[in-house]
């Protein structure tokens, strides 16, 4: 299994960044994602999640209204689209997925919020 993060940057705050995951090395449409954050210091959050099939997706309140979660199951890649950025939301961003009872991280994206 292979999760790969890009699109990370530096943003004014009120901006916008949109992240991708590559996904590799399992039935993508099989497996629900999740992207993950975590800011230096801190723990990781959890920040946003998709079932299967696109049908549902699921946020954390600090992002709710901001965040928008996607996947294109014909290209396995999974989308994150953070609108109105604040400089809370600075931290490495992680792609996420559990495969056969084991959870699989990317190496992440550096999100930086910063006038």
């Known amino acids: 299994v292979q999760l790969v993060e890009s699109g990370g940057g530096v943003v004014q705050p009120g901006g916008s960044l949109r992240l991708s995951c590559v996904a590799s090395g399992f039935i993508f449409s099989d497996e629900r994602m999740s992207w993950v954050r975590q800011a230096p210091g801190t723990a990781p959050e959890w920040v946003s999640g998709?079932?299967?099939?696109?049908?549902?997706?699921y946020y954390a309140d600090s992002v709710k209204g901001r965040f928008t979660i996607s996947r294109d199951n014909t290209r396995n890649t999974a989308q994150l689209q953070m609108n109105l950025l604040e400089p809370e939301d600075t931290a490495v961003y992680y792609c996420?997925?559990?495969?056969?009872?084991?959870?699989?991280w990317g190496r992440g994206t550096l999100v930086t919020v910063s006038s």
């Open positions: 996420n997925t559990n495969w056969e009872g084991r959870d699989f």
């Open positions: 998709i079932n299967r099939r696109s049908t549902s997706s």
